[in-house]
């Protein structure tokens, strides 16, 4: 099994920054790709960011120039920084992680909010 946890939401103003942390705990060695969703009130989740256990990374279009995901597989902790954040940013961010042992299988962390004030 693995664990993940989350930090460093909270409230910023629009054009602020901030930096999301997951941190993976368990049977890590069976992880894969990591990344981050988000969940605004009312919508769908929906992928922000992913990168692979090489480093690369993909973005989604309303955060790509803004967003930047980094992994330090060390610490074993994937990075979401955020910066010129947006009233529509605002949503609750999940972590994942993909397994490496079993195919379409996700480990998921319990979300941390992001709130920007415009």
Not at 62 to 72: A, H, Q, Y
Request: overall charge positive; some cysteine; glycine content about 12%.
């Amino acid at each position: 099994q693995v664990q993940l946890v989350e930090s460093g939401g909270g409230l910023v103003q629009a054009g602020g920054s901030l930096r999301l942390s997951c941190a993976a705990s368990g049977s890590i060695f069976s992880i894969d790709g990591m990344g981050w969703y988000r969940q605004a009130p009312g919508n769908q989740r929906e992928l922000v960011a992913s990168i692979s256990s090489g480093g690369s990374a993909n973005y989604a279009d309303s955060v790509k120039g803004r967003f930047t995901i980094s992994r330090d597989n060390n610490k074993r902790t994937v990075y979401l920084q955020m910066n010129s954040l947006k009233a529509e940013d605002t949503a609750v961010y999940y972590c994942y992680a993909q397994s490496a042992l079993v195919r379409g299988m996700n480990y998921w962390g319990k979300g941390t909010l992001v709130t920007v004030s415009s």
